[in-house]
């Protein structure tokens, strides 16, 4: 498992002018609370904190955030604000770890086994993942970086449900915590057929129902052509 630290400084000025000071400096606002402390006001270096985003364990892992002048704190990454058209974070939000105290995260899904299992390599199918990441709740000493989706015994039209998902030990899925656990039970992953293969047996049933319509009309259409040819040989007939 990997270690993260990020270092830190304290910040008293809070405001939309003192944030805009901050990044044009190169600095992230950010905060961290929880716990029985006081929420402390912090900022971060941005380039350190980017690199660190860069990898996808560190959203799903214990961060030591050094504050200077102050004392090291245990947290994790709550919360992430970016800005909408470039690639800059604009704030972060770090929730304090407390021993023996269960915490809830949200941590990715992997997939393992994908181009392996029955359903792609025999049946012609499509892995779909209806889910990348769940929340968990567990102890900090608990907390997995990701959970593991084995997909290699898969046939078409197979999935894996969340109460199918094997989990490390003291952790829980949040979803199944309920009495209602069997409506929250929601589909991980399947081997669908793949939708291009839908869309063309579809595409194949409009084009037979169109042929079986124009049929019909041009049946009508000669019926009722031969019943008119039948009314006027019988009009012939009287006048003669």
Excluded at 186 to 201: C, D, N, Y
Aim: proline letters at 4%.
């Amino acid at each position: 498992m990997d270690a993260f630290e990020l270092n830190a400084e304290k910040r008293t000025a809070k405001g939309r002018a003192e944030n805009r000071r901050l990044r044009r400096a190169g600095r992230v606002p950010a905060i961290i609370y929880g716990g029985n402390d006081e929420p402390v006001m912090l900022s971060l270096e941005h380039n350190d904190l980017s690199h660190h985003l860069d990898n996808e364990a560190f959203f799903s892992h214990i961060i030591k955030i050094n504050v200077a002048g102050g004392k090291a704190e245990e947290a994790v990454l709550r919360d992430l604000q970016r800005h909408p058209a470039r690639p800059f974070v604009e704030h972060a939000d770090f929730l304090r770890i407390v021993a023996g105290e269960a915490l809830r995260m949200s941590v990715p899904l992997h997939f393992s086994g994908e181009d392996e299992c029955p359903g792609v390599v025999d049946e012609d199918g499509v892995v779909q993942h209806n889910m990348n990441e769940i929340e968990i709740e567990c102890l900090p000493r608990n907390l997995p970086e990701y959970i593991e989706v084995e997909c290699a015994k898969l046939h078409l039209n197979d999935s894996v449900h969340l109460s199918e998902l094997v989990l490390p030990e003291g952790v829980e899925i949040v979803e199944l915590m309920g009495a209602e656990e069997d409506q929250h039970d929601r589909t991980v992953v399947s081997v669908q057929v793949p939708r291009a293969a839908i869309e063309l047996e579809e595409e194949d049933a409009e084009a037979a129902e169109a042929e079986a319509a124009e049929d019909a009309e041009e049946d009508a259409e000669d019926s009722g052509e031969d019943a008119g040819e039948d009314s006027s040989d019988d009009d012939d007939s009287e006048d003669k």
